[in-house]
């Protein structure tokens, strides 16, 4: 049994301007990023990326992101394992 445990990270969205695609990385996990066209698809690819980085080797980790994020720069996100 894993003792992953839901936590809360900052996630520091980063927007390169009109037609540029949104990047963001998480504070706390080192070297964990994820890009994306918009929001919605910028909060998929970070579930992805943290549950890839919270995963080890025989045990899968899946992460859902709790919080909706608005039009900000640095957002603390629940995130559930």
């Known amino acids: ?4 445990k ?3 990270y900052v996630v520091r969205i980063h ?9 963001a990385e998480v504070d ?3 070297g964990c ?12 690819a970070l579930s ?4 890839l980085y919270l995963s080890e080797p ?6 859902e992101l709790a919080d909706a994020p608005g039009s900000v720069t640095e957002q603390r996100m629940l995130v559930t394992c």
Do not use: C, N, Q, Y
């Open 33 to 44: 990023f994820a890009s994306g066209r918009d929001m919605a698809e910028l909060r998929e």
């Open 1 to 4: 049994m894993s003792d992953t």
């Open 58 to 63: 025989g045990h899968k980790v899946h992460v």
């Open 15 to 23: 927007d390169e301007g009109p037609g540029e695609r949104l990047w």
């Open 6 to 8: 839901p936590g809360s």
């Open 28 to 30: 706390e996990l080192p």
């Open 48 to 51: 992805e990326a943290i549950s």
